[in-house]
């Protein structure tokens, strides 16, 4: 049995795998202030919960984008799972190529989404992953990973609203009644779910005019089902696409 986890800037996302197959899974908040004794107890409660115990542990493999609590996730993992994780890093075997300038700098998350991709629906393939940022990935017919385009999650946004607009108040993200809205809330609403659907659209059609007409265009994280309801332009929604990629990271370095 293999443990996946992904470490993000918002949510901590872990999966345990029977072979191939994806059997419980959670997302958690991601909290900074979590020492290491935390998380490992947290770990141990999940596994419990899933009916196992360490002992049904083959392995581990972490994605992080965050640093400061990387080795705080390991150091959880070594002492209460009794196993060294494999950490999605530069000199692990993707099998994909890297065309960024700097490799180094692109998310272990988008590498392990990007792995996922190609194994499980091939290239040429745009990777929209609504996470804490709205990323953007192309990945080539021959498997290669050329870059993508990054700007502020839907949550993001909307705390932003929140914080820096006095008269504005906190909301959820719900599908207004109509894309004029007639109060604040169905205003802000509208706003940040239509226009970001709207985002969508015009991002898709700019990198398929570059990666060709036949591009797959597959949607991950959080709010992924919600965006592609108000959209035809989604191909496939994949939310644990992380997770599977980790998990073939993980094979391909055994």
């Known amino acids: 049995m293999l443990l996946t986890i992904d470490v993000g800037n918002t949510n901590l996302t872990l999966g345990l795998y029977e072979g191939d197959q994806l059997g ?11 020492m290491p004794d935390e998380y490992g107890l947290q770990f141990l409660g999940l596994l419990q919960n899933a009916g196992k115990t360490i002992k049904d542990l083959n392995g581990i493999s972490l994605a992080s984008v965050v ?13 209460y799972l009794k196993q060294e994780p494999l950490i999605v890093d530069t000199g692990v075997k993707t099998g994909i190529r890297i065309r960024y300038e700097d490799p180094k700098a692109v998310g272990a998350d988008r590498v392990c989404d990007a792995v996922a991709v190609m194994k499980t629906y091939g ?6 992953d609504f996470g804490t940022a709205t990323t953007f990935n192309a990945i080539t017919k021959d498997g290669e990973y050329l870059g993508g385009a990054i700007t ?19 909301i959820d993200l719900q599908r207004p009644p109509s894309v004029i809205g007639r109060n604040t809330v169905h205003a802000m609403q509208s706003g940040l779910l239509f226009g970001y659907v709207s985002m969508v659209e015009g991002m898709v059609a700019r990198f398929r005019s ?5 591009m797959k265009v597959v949607a991950t994280g959080g709010l992924a089902e919600v965006v592609a309801q108000e959209t035809k332009v989604i191909d496939i929604i ?4 992380t997770l599977d990629g980790l998990r073939l990271i993980w094979e391909l370095n055994q």
Request: glycine content about 6%.
């Open 123 to 128: 290239g040429p393939a745009c990777v929209v």
């Open 210 to 214: 570059e990666l060709g007409s036949d």
């Open 24 to 34: 419980r899974h959670w997302r958690l908040a991601t909290d900074h202030a979590r």
């Open 152 to 170: 502020a999650g839907i949550n993001l946004a909307a705390e932003a609203l929140f914080t820096r607009a006095a008269k504005l108040p906190r």
């Open 67 to 79: 640093p400061p609590l990387t080795m705080r996730v390991v150091q959880a993992c070594r002492e």
């Open 238 to 241: 994949a939310p644990w696409l």
